[in-house]
């Protein structure tokens, strides 16, 4: 499984941006998939996530009523839409997924990112004040 996430960029304090986390060579239909950050000089942390049937949500409470954590099955592409965006936000990007032995039931959200097998290359998000 390859994930490319895509979607970064400079935006102003206010902005929108809608990442995108696309999948290529996934034979199964079953993953939750995740939404990092880390900012520089800082730990990797979780802002989003979504369950495999799509039923159930996370976010972190710095993000809650800002961003939004979607899937389009077809296109095999999850996106985080990113509203309201702050300084604070700036950051490298990353997706997750989980793998094909990930035993979470439809509504399990993954928060932890040792629970996630595959990542995808991260995308920058710069946010000017």
């Known amino acids: 499984v390859q994930l490319q996430a895509s979607g970064g960029g400079l935006v102003q304090a206010g902005g929108s941006l809608r990442l995108s986390c696309t999948a290529s060579?996934?034979?199964?239909?079953?993953?939750?998939t995740g939404w990092f950050r880390q900012a520089p000089g800082k730990e990797r942390e979780f802002v989003a996530g979504?369950?495999?049937?799509?039923?159930?949500?996370e976010y972190a409470d710095s993000v809650k009523g800002r961003f939004t954590i979607s899937r389009d099955n077809p296109k095999n592409t999850d996106y985080l839409q990113m509203n309201s965006l702050k300084p604070e936000d700036a950051a490298v990007y990353y997706c997750?997924?989980?793998?094909?032995?990930?035993?979470?039931?439809?509504?399990?959200?993954?928060?932890?990112?040792?629970?996630?097998?595959?990542w995808g290359q991260g995308t920058l998000v710069t946010v000017s004040s």
């Open positions: 997750a997924t989980s793998g094909p032995n990930s035993k979470i039931l439809s509504t399990t959200v993954l928060i932890f990112p040792d629970e996630y097998v595959y």
């Open positions: 060579r996934r034979t199964f239909n079953r993953y939750a």
């Open positions: 979504i369950s495999w049937s799509g039923s159930s949500t």
